[in-house]
């Protein structure tokens, strides 16, 4: 009789998880890839659908960043279902890019995701290789090594003599996107500059370099001086949510949504009374102000529980 052999039982965490996956989402994902992959290049065809034949790289711009913005508030929405249509969406527009590269003969859908793989074992040595790392921040520090060695590696290739390459060597900085909006970009430069050690030691000397850019700003004349003394406030402030771990694009944005519906709080107020809120004097406005604030605070404390009562 031949040996039993010993069935391997998968860590507990991971038998967990598999379990609580329905059998209708255990489909392969590649399968569905190369099912959307094709219908792309279906839409695209001489016989496909017209708007998708018009469709450059450049046309796809607006799109691409709609989605991104869309998936970010699908996300905070917590509704699961619209989170994945969002994802969906805007994997739609990575596939749309690789098949018009297709058709011009530059790289396919199938490249892009063996270099994100490719980069991605690369990036982790401490899980795919012999490298070691303790925490995050030894791993993020490994990942910037990485990166300056693969940009020190390609820095010959192109058109740019050697001449060129040496007098413009790699820098850590490089492959921030200049299209990123300001906030998100001064974040990516800050971060970038503090994984290699130029950092602040402690909170204090940020605050401390913010409240001399507002003082620089006060004293500025012109509206050239003007407005370099406030970015450098903005650039500050930036670099002060960077040191405390809060992502400032996020963090204006939720207050952007918090003024927005203290505001519009204050027209329902206004509008309760038979005015405008235009034709409520400025005093009385910031009364309104108040009574949105307190309106907000209300309906924001958590509501005690009733105590059990028994029948």
Sequence with gaps: MPPVKKKVRKPVKQRAAAAKIPAARKESAGLWFERLIKLQACLRAPNGCPW????THLTLRTYLIEEAYEVLEALESGNDAKFAEELGDLLLQVVF?????TEQGRFTAADVVREIHQKMVRRHPHVF???RAKDATEVLKNWEQIKAEERRAGSGKGSGSSVESEKAPASVLDGIPHTLPAVMQGFQLTRRASRIGFDWDNVGGVVE???EELGELRNAQSSRQIE?????????AVNLARFLKVDPEIALKRTNAKFSSRFREMERLAHASGRALADVPRNEMESLWDQAKISENNHSRPRAKKAATRS
């Design 52 to 55: 998708d034949v018009e469709q």
């Design 97 to 101: 890019h690789a098949q018009i590269a």
């Design 129 to 131: 290789g012999e490298k």
């Design 209 to 211: 370099k913010l409240q």
């Design 228 to 236: 370099e003394e406030l970015g450098d406030v903005l650039f500050a």
